[in-house]
C-alpha cells in the first residue's frame, strides 16, 4: 500500500492510499477518513460507493461526511467505481467501463478479467483495511449515490450479516428494467436475466436484505425514470421490510442533495454501529 496523501479533518486524518488488487488485476485508489477515537483502538466503518463517473474523491470532497462521521467516532472508506489504467476495457459512453463498474463481477469479454468490483469491496479492500488500520470488522455499515446506492442494497443484500445497517441516496432500485442496468448488465454478464441476481428490488422480493435500509430521493431527480424507486418501495412494504424511505421535495441527483441529508444518514448508521 502507498500512502498518496494524509489531511488533518475534524480532528482525524483524511488518507488517500492505493494498493494491488488481485480481484481486479490493476492498482487501485480508495480514500479513508479515520476519526480521532482510531487513536484509542478500532473504530465502526462506513462504506460510501459513489455513481456513475466518479471516482473515490467525488464523495471525499463533496458530501461533506467527515464532520458527522468524527462526531460518532466512524470512519468512512471512499473506493473508486472501477478499474482504472492501461490495459483495462473501457468505452466511449460514460456509463459503460472505466468509472462504471456497477459494483459486479463481470463474466463476459472484453470486461472479466479486470471489472470485479463485487470481489473488491467485499475481499480484497475489506482485507486491506482489517490489515493496515484501526477498524473494527464486526461493525460495518454502508451508504452510496445513484449507482452506488445500487451497490450499497445489492452488496448489503448479498452479503448477509456483514452489514448492521443500509442506505441510499437516489439509488438505481430497478436496474433491470431500466437503462442504466439493462446496457450494463449485457455487457458485464451476458443478458439483462442475469443481472437479475443484482437487481436491489429483486433480491428484496426475495428476501435478501436482513439490515434495516434508509432511502432518499429527491422529487425533481432529473433522472427519476431511471431510478424506478417505485419498484423498490413495493418490495419493500411487501416484504414489511424495517425500512425509511423519503422523497426529498425539490431536490435532485446532485451532491447538494446528498450533502444536505448527509448528517441524516451517519445518525441513522452510528445507532446501528455503536449498538
Not at 78 to 92: K, Y
Not at 108 to 135: C, N, Q, T, V
Not at 240 to 265: C, I, N, W
Amino acid at each position: 500500500m502507498e500512502t498518496l496523501s494524509e489531511n488533518k479533518c475534524f480532528g482525524g486524518v483524511q488518507g488517500v492510499y492505493s494498493h494491488e488488487s488481485t480481484a481486479t488485476g490493476t492498482t487501485m485508489t480508495f480514500g479513508l477518513f479515520l476519526p480521532a477515537d482510531a487513536e484509542d483502538g478500532p473504530v465502526p466503518i462506513l462504506w460510501y460507493l459513489s455513481g456513475l463517473t466518479c471516482t473515490h474523491e467525488n464523495a471525499m470532497v463533496k458530501a461533506g461526511a467527515q464532520r458527522w462521521a468524527a462526531e460518532h467516532g466512524i470512519a468512512l472508506v471512499f473506493p473508486d467505481t472501477s478499474p482504472r489504467g492501461d490495459g483495462v476495457a473501457d468505452d466511449e459512453a460514460y456509463d459503460l467501463g472505466q468509472g462504471a463498474g456497477f459494483y459486479i463481477d463481470a463474466t463476459e469479454a472484453p470486461w472479466a478479467p479486470h471489472f470485479r468490483m463485487e470481489s473488491y469491496i467485499l475481499g480484497d479492500l475489506s482485507e486491506l483495511l482489517d490489515k493496515a488500520f484501526a477498524i473494527d470488522p464486526d461493525r460495518q455499515a454502508i451508504t452510496g449515490h445513484s449507482m452506488g446506492g445500487h451497490g450499497a442494497l445489492t452488496l448489503a443484500a448479498k452479503a448477509p450479516g456483514r452489514f448492521r445497517s443500509v442506505s441510499a441516496f437516489s439509488p438505481i432500485c430497478h436496474p433491470t428494467g431500466s437503462d442504466w442496468g439493462k446496457k450494463q448488465f449485457e455487457a458485464y454478464l451476458g443478458s439483462v436475466e442475469a443481472g437479475e441476481a443484482h437487481d436491489a428490488t429483486r433480491l428484496i422480493e426475495a428476501g435478501g436484505l436482513d439490515a434495516p435500509v434508509m432511502i432518499d430521493t429527491g422529487t425533481d431527480d432529473q433522472f427519476g425514470d431511471l431510478l424506478i424507486t417505485e419498484a423498490l418501495a413495493a418490495a419493500l412494504a411487501t416484504r414489511r421490510m424495517e425500512a425509511t424511505l423519503r422523497l426529498q421535495k425539490g431536490y435532485d441527483h446532485s451532491y447538494f442533495f446528498v450533502s444536505t441529508f448527509m448528517e441524516d444518514h451517519v445518525a441513522f448508521h452510528a445507532e446501528q454501529l455503536w449498538r
